[in-house]
């Protein structure tokens, strides 16, 4: 049974900065891709980035040059660096990954940028 384990969200002003963590257990995550999705209420959950099990990253085109995905495979962690946020990133974001058949999901950690 793998567990997600998100952190680091927060409320930030606009242009400003976020880091989240996600801390897995259960799996060693070296093996596996792993993603960070967005959901906002009355929406469809949004694929937000994905670093695959050899580095290479993907990014939705909203955040491309603002969101840096990365893996610390000796702390069996991912993190997703946000910065110049925007109000519209406001949304719950969870950590995923999938061990064979079976998704993995985080219980989500709410980022809100206001002023």
């Known amino acids: 049974q793998v567990q997600l384990v998100e952190s680091g969200g927060g409320l930030v002003q606009p242009g400003g900065s976020l880091k989240l963590s996600c801390a897995a257990s259960?799996?060693?995550?070296?093996?596996?891709?792993m993603n960070w999705y967005r959901q906002n209420a009355g929406k469809q959950r949004e694929l937000v980035a994905t670093?695959?099990?050899?580095?290479?990253?993907y990014y939705t085109d909203s955040v491309k040059g603002r969101f840096t995905i990365s893996r610390d495979n000796a702390r069996n962690t991912v993190y997703l660096q946000m910065n110049t946020l925007k109000p519209e990133d406001t949304a719950v974001y969870y950590c995923n990954t999938a061990v064979g058949v079976v998704n993995y999901w985080g219980q989500g950690t709410q980022v809100t940028v206001s002023s």
């Open positions: 259960g799996a060693n995550i070296r093996f596996y891709a």
């Open positions: 670093v695959t099990s050899i580095g290479i990253t």
